[in-house]
């Protein structure tokens, strides 16, 4: 029974690179789709802290601009000790 041309060295490595190259398109569509998971946790990890500060600051009956007041003293008041 014939089996068939055995393949050469060459094809044999080009076969082997066509391979890799597809995996490596797969590995980089992965991880794109990995990166835009991250970039939405990321803003979904942002508005979570917006929404538990502008809860605390309710809570306290502060607004924004009295904390952003209370930072900028505490900074002058940073700044003079120097």
């Given at each position: 029974?014939?089996r ?11 076969k082997?690179?066509?391979?890799l190259?597809a ?13 835009e998971?991250?970039?939405q ?7 979570a802290?917006?929404e538990?500060?502008s ?6 009956g502060?607004s ?8 900028e003293?505490?900074i002058?008041?940073?700044e003079?000790?120097?």
């Amino acid at each position: 029974m014939a089996r068939g041309k055995k393949a050469t060295q060459v094809e044999v490595v080009t076969k082997k690179l066509v391979a890799l190259e597809a995996k490596i398109e797969n590995k980089k569509a992965e991880l794109s789709s990995l990166e835009e998971q991250k970039t939405q946790l990321e803003s979904e990890l942002k508005a979570a802290k917006l929404e538990e500060l502008s809860s605390f600051l309710d809570e306290k009956g502060m607004s924004v601009d009295e904390i952003k007041a209370m930072i900028e003293n505490q900074i002058e008041k940073g700044e003079g000790q120097d």
